[in-house]
């Protein structure tokens, strides 16, 4: 899992049926100090996130069970937590 | 498993089910002489009680973690397994 920043949303019509109804959300992966990590990526919203929240994600097979575990969906990234606080000791 | 230092947590009132009651910990990868090696990130501590500074191992493969959990279901790939004690390289 890592963090992520909700940086914008997409849309589209013509998707998978395990795609209607999902939110998507531009998110631009984050390391655990808050660092850009790579490049923005697209996921599934599965906690009511919108742009500019600070959120955690899941990635791979882990997100389409996030959205679905009975008939998991064409998805590899999903927003699964809001986040409150990042505690770091250091 | 990757050897990593615990560096803190995360907390988040709103989140999937499966994460509910389970805290959430920032872990930095180390090298075998305890460096840094690659991003932070985020792995789920279910009963190992780490706290920041620790040294534990991860398991990074979500079907490990779901047989260790018993939960077919469970959308978690990362958790914190042991906590280390020595490394000896």
Known sequence: MYLG???????????????????LLVVQPLDGRREPSGPPEV????????PGSLVYLVGSREAALAVNAEQPP???????????SVDLSR | MN??????????THKHPAFAGRRMMVVQPLDEARQPA???FLAV?????SGPGDLVLVL????????????RT???RSLIVAVVDAVDV
């Open chain 1, 5 to 23: 920043k909700v940086i914008g949303t997409v849309v589209c019509e013509r998707k998978y049926e395990g795609l209607e109804g999902q939110r």
């Open chain 1, 43 to 50: 996921a599934v919203d599965t906690v009511s996130a919108s």
């Open chain 1, 74 to 84: 064409p998805v590899d990234s999903a927003i699964v937590g809001l986040v409150d």
């Open chain 2, 3 to 12: 050897l990593c230092q615990v560096l803190g947590t995360v907390t988040a």
């Open chain 2, 38 to 40: 690659g991003k932070s």
């Open chain 2, 45 to 49: 501590d279910e009963r190992s009680q």
């Open chain 2, 60 to 71: 990074r493969e979500g079907n490990g973690v779901r047989q260790l959990l018993g939960d």
């Open chain 2, 74 to 76: 469970l959308p978690i």
